[in-house]
């Protein structure tokens, strides 16, 4: 697997232009390149197949954030210093409108305010085009986002839906160590003539439930939310260095990828912590972990 690896070159039409870089796969029967472009925490640009998803789109500004001592959560907050941090703790590395360019599709993982936009009034997204094709996890989803303007609302399944010839498959999360977060959802992706596979797990901690996907599907590209974000009813609800370690050891020829990181209050690791956890686990250089803007391509 070749990997290209770059920074983000500013403007809306340098974005557009990288997004087409590669030759589309009518062109000379040559494959695209999987382009996957970190955002901002869990929000992703990710080209497969030919086709360009916007990822988990929480597209608020550091000023428009919130903190857990303003929200309902207050009590759940592990560490007392976490209350007042401003959420998102930085800002989209490129204008929104670069972010929004091009998207063919909107793919939300669920619905939590740390993944997309969500209003006092219970409406959802109001960012984004409304006219695009959005993919969610459940029905209670599909209302949501019915109610908040979206006119093609799709649900995601467990035995695949296909976009465009790509074929995006629900697959099993366990959004929380004691007890689960609410419902969440990964998504593997497919497409004919792709050789390679790509799994975004969403927010999910490592389970045996975790490990016989991983097992049955062979992923080529695995993206994990790795930050170790926590509260006190539902313990740890992603991924930390020792589940990563177990991600690495059950996918050994798989490129992995952390993501979900710096962003959010309640996170106990952070990009450089994570990555001094996982060089002391002897996985120093295993894992890809992107800076906000950064892009990675897969030939």
Not at 74 to 99: K, R
Not at 136 to 163: W, Y
Not at 278 to 293: Q, S
């Amino acid at each position: 697997m070749k990997l290209t690896r770059k920074g983000f070159i500013g403007g809306t039409a340098a974005f557009a232009a990288t997004s087409h870089f590669f030759p589309a796969l009518a062109m000379g029967g040559k494959k695209e390149a999987i382009k996957i472009h970190q955002i901002r925490n869990a929000t992703l640009r990710v080209r497969f197949g030919g086709v360009e998803f916007l990822i988990d789109p929480w597209l608020a500004s550091k000023a428009e954030g919130m903190t857990f001592r303003k929200g309902s959560f207050a009590s759940e907050v592990v560490d007392p210093a976490q209350l007042d941090i401003v959420m998102p703790m930085c800002e989209l590395p490129m204008p929104l409108a670069d972010v929004l360019a091009g998207v063919d599709a909107y793919v939300l993982t669920h619905l939590h305010p740390d993944h997309f936009d969500m209003a006092s009034d219970g409406t959802a997204g109001a960012k984004l085009d409304k006219s695009v094709p959005l993919f969610v996890q459940n029905e209670r989803e599909v209302g949501v986002m019915k109610k908040s303007g979206f006119a093609d609302v799709r649900m995601l399944t467990d035995d695949g839906v296909t976009f465009n010839g790509v074929t995006l498959k629900r697959t099993y999360a366990k959004h929380g160590t004691k007890e689960p977060c609410g419902p969440a959802s990964g998504i593997f992706f497919t497409a004919p003539g792709e050789k390679k596979t790509l799994w975004i797990l969403g927010d999910t901690i490592w389970c045996d439930e975790v490990a016989k996907t991983m097992a049955e599907l062979k992923p080529d590209v695995v993206i994990l939310n790795a930050c170790a974000a926590q509260l006190k009813t539902y313990g740890r609800l992603i991924m930390d260095d020792a589940d990563v370690e177990s991600v690495c050891r059950a996918a050994p020829n798989a490129t992995v990828i952390a993501s979900h990181m710096d962003t959010v209050a309640h996170a106990s690791l952070t990009r450089k912590t994570l990555k001094a956890a996982l060089e002391k686990r002897g996985l120093a250089g295993r894992v890809l972990m992107p800076d906000d803007g950064e892009e990675y391509s897969f030939n």
